[in-house]
């Protein structure tokens, strides 16, 4: 070990209540107001088919009505993001998060959102300033570059990227917009090098967006009547890092998870996190009254539980969803405060499951009909798609089964 290391903090080891009391604690001492996290499902009316993001629920607010609690919020917001699908597995990924957020609509500006960030990172949580970058946008062809923000994570000692479509966040195609500000902390257990654009040890913690704008279907972007700071940071990941975890299925959110099920259905490392993320989801996506479908939200659901299955029967097609101990389903509801038992839960799960098995079968029989050990062709897999439901990422589960 060198020097530099030595001189590192030790971590702080705080747990995940503690992490969201510190947070919020912070943010109420500084004038926000703590509002309520909503469900993943979006209000009726709204085109999103879920919470993808902390700022979603605040929408109308952002983009310029009063809100009844004032110009300064924070809050605690589950998500679900299936757009990283690919990339569950790896160390940082989940498909649903928590995100601790907090919003200046149109109150103070970026510059003090990012010096409370730095505050809060390296104070408050104990991070030490040393594993810290960060990214400012570099600037496009319509929106110049954010040098004032440069300018103040300079001041603040932090080593600044300037960098293009990576700091430009927004909502969907149309929609709230802006540059933005990410916040990396070193992760290796060797000094910090390179820079978040350039080493995969840089891990994005804290996001701050200049909200600004809002982009209209032409690609237009209108400035909104009044800037806004909106926030987002991933529980999960702080919490890795402070716990001083290797990968988010580590720290005491999912731990839960990864323990039970690898002394269940023992299996590698990436499966176990996949089928870890993705039963944990569909917990958390039935509780709030998803149920699944060939479309849509329920679409979404019915793929997640597939998915698992698909890697659990890959090892063994005799393991069934029934072994999900109540309690590890029921602990979950309850974190995120929903009212579904976990009965309820395993109903959907069984059911799902029962109509996965069938569908299988089916294809199996199709595919007993062919005269070849080829493997499938194009043709093949888009018969059995198309005319059998069974899309062609479910197909190794039932050539394995
Ligand atoms: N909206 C930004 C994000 O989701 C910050 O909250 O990253």
Known sequence: MNSQQDARRPLPGMSSPQIVQTFCEFFRERGHHRIPGSSLVPRSGDPVLFTTSGMHPLTPYLEGRPHPDGRRLTDVQRCLRTTDLGEVGDR?????????????????PGSQSLRWGHELITTGFGIDPGLLHATVFGGSDQVGPDTGL??????????????????????????????????????????????????????????????????????????????????????????????????????????PWTRTLGRLWPAQETSLRLVTDHLRS?????????????????????????????????????????????????????????????????????????????????????????????????????????????????VPAMLSG
């Open 92 to 108: 940082t990924h989940l498909t649903v998060f928590e995100m601790l957020g907090s919003w200046s609509l149109g109150d103070y």
């Open 150 to 255: 440069a300018e103040v994570w300079g001041e603040l000692g932090v080593p600044v990227e300037l960098t293009g479509e990576d700091n430009w966040w927004s909502s969907g195609p149309a929609g709230l917009c802006g540059a933005d500000s990410e916040l990396f902390v070193w992760t290796g257990s060797a000094p910090p090098e390179g820079t978040p654009g350039t080493g995969e040890r840089w891990v994005e913690l804290w996001n701050h967006v200049m909200l600004r704008y809002r982009r209209l279907a032409d690609g237009t972007l209108m400035p909104l009547p009044r800037p806004n700071v909106d926030t987002g940071m991933g529980l999960e990941r702080l919490a890795t890092v402070l716990q001083g975890q290797v990968s988010v299925f580590g720290c005491d959110l999912l731990q």
């Open 282 to 394: 569909t917990v958390v996506v039935i509780g709030d009254g998803v149920t699944p479908s060939s479309t849509g939200r329920g679409y979404v659901l019915r793929r997640l539980i597939r998915r698992a299955l698909t890697s659990l029967w890959r090892d063994d097609p005799a393991r069934s969803l029934s072994d999900l101990p109540p309690d590890l389903t029921g602990q979950t509801l309850s974190h995120f405060g929903q009212l579904t038992s976990p009965v309820q839960v395993m109903g959907v799960l069984l059911d799902e499951e029962r109509r996965f098995r069938d569908l299988l079968s089916r294809g199996r029989r199709v595919l007993s009909r062919r005269h070849n050990n080829e493997p499938l062709t194009e043709e093949e897999l888009r018969y059995l798609h198309q005319t059998h439901g069974l899309p062609r990422e479910f």
